[in-house]
């Protein structure tokens, strides 16, 4: 569904990816793990368009998409969660909600039923329903974060890029955005997930990619890579 | 001796000009929000919205004999779409590379200059003489209590509020107008939902210059048109959206009813000469006890 061929993306001069390649099937859930710096983020940003590749090729089902502006990548059924949230403050849960159908809501992807849609996140997010009304910036960190992958999923992307959604939550909140990617996994839905907790996204993925300096220094299935000594020492740390 | 009367009357003709301002200032912040930019030739557009209007209106009346007041209401709409379109001009060439090149300056100097060059096209086109507009509703003030109104004046404060009102509106209740404010609240990621986020920008430029061209048919029955007329009201309508803040609806009402005001009084009771000294006085304090002004949220650049 996602084929990423030799990706080279930076900041200005800086380079950060040197080349990398991987591939997200239909119904998968691939995790992108690695330590802090490593390129993760930039990775998801080069493939939502927040940043310009320099080279290199994305596709979505067939499709090149490298190089087109973000609301383009967005019509083409790229939904990306981003770091740090990005909920709009001064719009209320339903409205951020309603934002993430925007290409539905304005016939540039097929509209299917939004309302529909609606309701199932706040089957699945039950918090976002009780602050349906409420502005987004009154919300806590980790319904923030319910609300931009809820956002995200309003697309019906064929892909969702989820960037750290654990980042900075409490542990309970942490098993929770767990526990959702499983239920979404279950659901099909086809996800790229860039965690810092490498141990517990291996737990759920069905194929792992270790990031190291801007480079795919190992892959395989998550199954093979939890039980890989490198990997272990390196980013499970002892106590797995 | 003061004469309660004539304050009043100061203050009711104060609040009218001062509508005019805080509309046009309406129309700064529109660009502020989505691009964190402005057009200074703001007040050029209010005068290529006045004389168009002006130009509409008298054809409308010479050549169709048509009466003033339903002219007036035909060119509404034409000028509106002028605005628009003039609008949408400045930001095409004078704001999107400024904006892609993440120039800090670039935009200033262009729509200064695209003002400038606005101001030289209106003076060849309709010299530089001043023109009555032809009014549509009676000259014959309205009197309450001793306070004489213009039916003009009302229809100034009536038409800015519901303007304001109408683009509020747009943003809470539409998909585009909500678009609009997400991209006022995090640019890439209004993108990241499927916003084209240039087109957002070149729209509030486009909305901007109409509240411009809307404000300069509001105004222009009660003082003159002219190609002269934009220069001090644009720069009076900054003033004003420094002092209410460039963020917030309420401020620039408020900024502009007590620039207007002020203006009035000091005309009066002190000199025309210096009529524009306290409103500048009052900006001067703002920016060094209250930068974001009045009623902004804080719109200082984070170093």
Redesign the interface.
Same mark, same amino acid.
């Given at each position: 569904m996602l084929t990423v061929e030799k990706l080279v993306a930076g900041y200005g001069k800086v380079r950060v990816l040197h080349e990398i390649s991987l591939d997200v099937q239909e119904g998968q859930l691939v995790t992108l793990i690695g330590s802090n710096g490593a390129g993760k983020t930039t990775t998801l940003r080069a493939l939502?368009?927040?940043i310009k590749p320099e080279s290199g090729s994305i596709r979505i089902g067939g499709a090149e998409i490298a190089g087109l502006?973000?609301?383009l990548i967005?019509?083409r059924g790229l939904?990306?969660s981003?770091e740090g949230r990005?909920?709009?403050?001064? &719009?209320s849960v339903e409205?951020n909600l309603?934002?993430?159908a925007?290409?539905r809501?304005?016939g540039?992807?097929p509209k299917g039923d939004v309302k529909a849609d609606l309701a199932r996140m706040y089957e699945l997010f039950p918090r976002l329903a009780e602050r349906r009304l409420q502005l987004a910036g009154t919300l806590s960190g980790g319904e923030q974060q319910m609300l931009a992958m809820a956002?995200?999923l309003m &697309?019906n992307p064929k892909v969702l890029l989820l960037d750290e959604p654990s980042m900075g939550l409490a542990p309970k909140l942490v098993e929770e955005v767990f526990s959702i990617v499983s239920r979404l996994k279950a659901a099909k839905v086809t996800m790229l997930l860039v965690e810092q907790f490498a141990a517990a996204a291996l737990e759920v993925a069905d194929f792992g990619y270790v990031l190291e300096n801007g480079r795919i220094a190992a892959s395989g299935p998550a199954e093979r890579l939890k039980n890989d000594p490198a990997v272990r020492a390196a980013y499970l740390g002892a106590a797995h | 001796m003061f004469d309660f009367q004539t304050f009043i009357q100061l203050v009711v003709s104060g609040i009218s000009v001062g509508m005019i301002y805080g509309v046009v200032a309406f129309g700064y912040q529109l660009t502020f929000a989505t691009s964190r930019t402005l057009n200074f030739g703001q007040g050029e557009a209010l005068m290529l919205g006045s004389l168009a209007g002006f130009t509409i209106m008298t054809q409308l009346a010479s050549h169709l004999g048509i009466p003033m007041p339903l002219a007036y209401l035909l060119m509404l709409p034409l000028v509106l779409m002028f605005g628009m379109a003039q609008g949408a001009v400045v930001e095409w060439l004078g704001v999107r590379q400024a904006i892609k090149t993440k120039s800090e300056a670039g935009w200033i100097m262009a729509t200064i200059a695209l003002g400038i060059i606005f101001k030289n096209l209106a003076e060849n086109i309709w010299g530089r003489d001043t023109f009555t507009f032809p009014a549509p509703l009676p000259d014959a003030a309205i009197q309450i209590g001793g306070i004489r109104i213009l039916p003009m004046e009302v229809l100034i404060v009536c038409g800015a509020l519901a303007l304001m009102a109408a683009v509020e509106l747009f943003n809470r209740r539409s998909?585009?107008g909500?678009?609009v404010?997400?991209t006022?609240?995090?640019i890439?990621?209004?993108?990241?939902?499927?916003?084209?986020?240039a087109q957002v920008i070149t729209l509030s430029y486009a909305l901007s210059s109409l509240t411009a061209a809307f404000a300069g048919v509001l105004v222009a029955p009660v003082t003159l048109t002219g190609a002269s007329l934009g220069s001090a009201l644009g720069l009076k309508a900054f003033a004003v959206a420094i002092i209410g803040g460039l963020t917030s609806g309420v401020g620039v009402v408020v900024g502009g009813v007590l620039l207007g005001i002020t203006d009035r009084l000091t005309g009066y009771y002190i000199s025309t000469g210096y009529q524009d000294v306290p409103g500048l006085v009052l900006l001067l304090l703002v920016l060094s006890f209250k930068p974001s002004g009045l009623f902004g949220k804080s719109a200082i650049k984070k170093v």
């Amino acid at each position: 569904m996602l084929t990423v061929e030799k990706l080279v993306a930076g900041y200005g001069k800086v380079r950060v990816l040197h080349e990398i390649s991987l591939d997200v099937q239909e119904g998968q859930l691939v995790t992108l793990i690695g330590s802090n710096g490593a390129g993760k983020t930039t990775t998801l940003r080069a493939l939502s368009g927040m940043i310009k590749p320099e080279s290199g090729s994305i596709r979505i089902g067939g499709a090149e998409i490298a190089g087109l502006e973000s609301h383009l990548i967005t019509r083409r059924g790229l939904a990306h969660s981003p770091e740090g949230r990005r909920v709009f403050p001064v &719009l209320s849960v339903e409205d951020n909600l309603v934002m993430g159908a925007f290409t539905r809501l304005t016939g540039s992807r097929p509209k299917g039923d939004v309302k529909a849609d609606l309701a199932r996140m706040y089957e699945l997010f039950p918090r976002l329903a009780e602050r349906r009304l409420q502005l987004a910036g009154t919300l806590s960190g980790g319904e923030q974060q319910m609300l931009a992958m809820a956002r995200a999923l309003m &697309l019906n992307p064929k892909v969702l890029l989820l960037d750290e959604p654990s980042m900075g939550l409490a542990p309970k909140l942490v098993e929770e955005v767990f526990s959702i990617v499983s239920r979404l996994k279950a659901a099909k839905v086809t996800m790229l997930l860039v965690e810092q907790f490498a141990a517990a996204a291996l737990e759920v993925a069905d194929f792992g990619y270790v990031l190291e300096n801007g480079r795919i220094a190992a892959s395989g299935p998550a199954e093979r890579l939890k039980n890989d000594p490198a990997v272990r020492a390196a980013y499970l740390g002892a106590a797995h | 001796m003061f004469d309660f009367q004539t304050f009043i009357q100061l203050v009711v003709s104060g609040i009218s000009v001062g509508m005019i301002y805080g509309v046009v200032a309406f129309g700064y912040q529109l660009t502020f929000a989505t691009s964190r930019t402005l057009n200074f030739g703001q007040g050029e557009a209010l005068m290529l919205g006045s004389l168009a209007g002006f130009t509409i209106m008298t054809q409308l009346a010479s050549h169709l004999g048509i009466p003033m007041p339903l002219a007036y209401l035909l060119m509404l709409p034409l000028v509106l779409m002028f605005g628009m379109a003039q609008g949408a001009v400045v930001e095409w060439l004078g704001v999107r590379q400024a904006i892609k090149t993440k120039s800090e300056a670039g935009w200033i100097m262009a729509t200064i200059a695209l003002g400038i060059i606005f101001k030289n096209l209106a003076e060849n086109i309709w010299g530089r003489d001043t023109f009555t507009f032809p009014a549509p509703l009676p000259d014959a003030a309205i009197q309450i209590g001793g306070i004489r109104i213009l039916p003009m004046e009302v229809l100034i404060v009536c038409g800015a509020l519901a303007l304001m009102a109408a683009v509020e509106l747009f943003n809470r209740r539409s998909i585009y107008g909500k678009a609009v404010v997400a991209t006022s609240a995090d640019i890439g990621a209004a993108g990241l939902m499927g916003v084209n986020t240039a087109q957002v920008i070149t729209l509030s430029y486009a909305l901007s210059s109409l509240t411009a061209a809307f404000a300069g048919v509001l105004v222009a029955p009660v003082t003159l048109t002219g190609a002269s007329l934009g220069s001090a009201l644009g720069l009076k309508a900054f003033a004003v959206a420094i002092i209410g803040g460039l963020t917030s609806g309420v401020g620039v009402v408020v900024g502009g009813v007590l620039l207007g005001i002020t203006d009035r009084l000091t005309g009066y009771y002190i000199s025309t000469g210096y009529q524009d000294v306290p409103g500048l006085v009052l900006l001067l304090l703002v920016l060094s006890f209250k930068p974001s002004g009045l009623f902004g949220k804080s719109a200082i650049k984070k170093v």
